[in-house]
């Protein structure tokens, strides 16, 4: 474990859908709460919340929810080009990279989560936690684009699996 690095880890995933579609699933809160989140809203610059079909751009802020945890997660869009990459705050201070590229009929999502903090903590919680999540969630945005299969339990009685 001496050459593990606790501090980022990336993760890709290839989904048979446009990259217009797939920058939306990330900018649009009426995208992203199909495949990530159970409630997610964008504010401008000025605090006022977007509408659920508006994209957001860099300066923005967000609070986002998930089914079964009674957690709001708050952050800021600290770059975005309306294309093909997005970066925001995450888990604190961390930062979240998306990158959409295409290979052959599907768009390529890179996500890199970096600036993880190195203590016990943030070891467990973010570098292990994050990376778990962010690639189940990854794999339900492929699910989503591709088929239409939400594989989110939103069951409260089934708390603790694999897809919540």
């Not at 995208?31 to 409630?39: R, T």
Request: aromatic content about 12%; glycine content about 6%; some cysteine.
């Amino acid at each position: 474990m001496n050459n593990f690095d606790w501090t980022r880890f990336a993760r890709k995933i290839a989904v048979k859908a446009s990259m217009e579609q797939l920058y939306n699933a990330w900018t649009k809160s009426s995208e992203i709460e199909k495949w990530f989140l159970s409630k997610a809203d964008f504010k401008d610059e000025d605090g006022a919340v977007l509408h659920a079909d508006s994209s957001v751009k860099k300066g923005c802020s967000y609070a986002w929810n998930w089914y079964l945890y009674d957690v709001t997660e708050h952050g800021h869009i600290t770059d975005s080009n309306g294309i093909d990459f997005l970066q925001f705050t995450f888990a604190g201070n961390c930062l979240v990279d998306i990158h959409l590229s295409v290979q052959d009929d599907y768009t390529t999502v890179e996500l890199t989560q970096k600036n993880i903090p190195t203590d016990d903590d943030s070891k467990k919680g973010i570098r292990l936690g994050c990376d778990r999540g962010w690639s189940f969630y990854l794999v339900n945005l492929k699910s989503v684009y591709e088929g239409g299969l939400d594989l989110r339990n939103k069951n409260a009685a089934l708390k603790g699996m694999l897809n919540n």
